[in-house]
C-alpha cells in the first residue's frame, strides 16, 4: 500500500528556476527519503531525514520535514535539463528498514 | 566501487512459466530487499533479508512468489507461474548495517518483466 503521496504528480518548470515537491505520508516514520528515478529504471537515492531533523541539505537539495503534519518537501534550486526525472518520497518505519514509496512526482525541466 | 546488479536487466514470458530474477548487492552489505514498480501500485515491498535472520515475506503478493539469499549473498526471486499481472520492474536493493533510522538503500537498475 502507498503511505506517501507526492504533490504535485507533474511539474514543468524552465532552467534555472527553483522545482518545489511535496509529500504526505500517514503513519509515524522512522526517517524519510527522496530518490530519483531516470526512465522508469533503477532509484538513486538522493538525501534522507531523520524523525527527528526538520531540514536537509545537499548541495542543490533542500529537504524539510514536519512530523506534526506529516509532510515532507524536497526542492530543487537552479535547476537543470538533467535534473528531468521522477522523484519518490519513501518512508521507513518500524524495525525492519522496508520503504514505503509514494507515487511519484514527474518534474520536467525545460532547456 | 560496484552497485548493485541485476540480470536479466529485460525478461520477456509466456504466461504460466516459472521465471527467476537475479541480484547482486553491493559486497559488504547485509541487508537485501526487493521491490516491485507497476503502473497500477507503484513501488512495492516484496522481501527483506537481513543477515542471518528470518526473512520479512510480507510483501510477496501470492504464494507463486518466493526468494532466496545465499550465502548472505546473491539473492533470487522467483515467479511461479506467471501471470499478465506479474508484468512490472522488479527492483533489489542492499544496505550496509546502519543505525536505526539512518539506513540508506541502494538500488540495482532492476530487471523489466513483461509477461504476455
Known amino acids: 500500500s502507498q503511505q506517501g503521496e507526492e504533490d504535485p504528480q507533474a511539474l514543468s518548470i524552465q532552467e534555472g528556476e527553483n522545482a518545489t515537491m511535496n509529500c504526505s505520508y500517514k503513519?509515524?516514520?522512522?526517517?524519510l527519503q527522496w530518490y530519483r528515478q531516470n526512465s522508469g529504471r533503477g532509484l538513486v537515492h538522493l538525501i534522507l531525514?531523520?524523525?527527528?531533523?526538520r531540514e536537509k541539505h545537499s548541495g542543490r537539495l533542500r529537504v524539510t520535514l514536519d512530523t506534526s503534519k506529516k509532510s515532507s518537501s524536497l526542492l530543487i534550486t537552479a535547476s537543470r535539463a538533467a535534473d528531468t526525472a521522477s522523484y519518490f518520497c519513501a518512508t521507513e518505519g518500524g524495525s525492519n528498514y522496508k520503504l514505503t514509496f509514494g507515487k511519484g512526482t514527474l518534474l520536467t525541466v525545460n532547456p | 566501487g560496484a552497485g548493485v546488479s541485476q540480470s536479466p536487466s529485460n525478461k520477456v514470458t509466456e504466461k504460466g512459466k516459472d521465471v527467476e530474477l537475479r541480484c547482486d548487492p553491493i559486497?559488504?552489505?547485509?541487508?537485501l530487499y526487493w521491490y516491485r514498480q507497476s503502473l497500477g501500485q507503484g513501488l512495492e515491498f516484496l522481501i527483506y533479508f537481513q543477515g542471518n535472520s528470518a526473512p520479512d515475506k510480507s510483501g510477496l503478493p501470492s504464494d507463486r512468489f518466493s526468494a532466496e539469499r545465499t550465502g548472505g549473498s546473491v539473492s533470487t526471486l522467483t515467479i511461479q507461474r506467471t501471470q499478465q499481472e506479474d508484468s512490472a520492474v522488479y527492483l533489489c536493493?542492499?544496505?550496509?548495517?546502519?543505525?536505526?533510522?539512518?539506513?540508506?538503500?541502494?538500488f540495482g537498475p532492476g530487471t523489466r518483466l513483461t509477461v504476455l
Open positions: 559486497s559488504g552489505h547485509t541487508a
Open positions: 503513519t509515524s516514520i522512522n526517517n
Open positions: 536493493a542492499s544496505s550496509a548495517p546502519g543505525l536505526a533510522g539512518s539506513v540508506t538503500q541502494y
Open positions: 531525514i531523520r524523525s527527528n531533523e
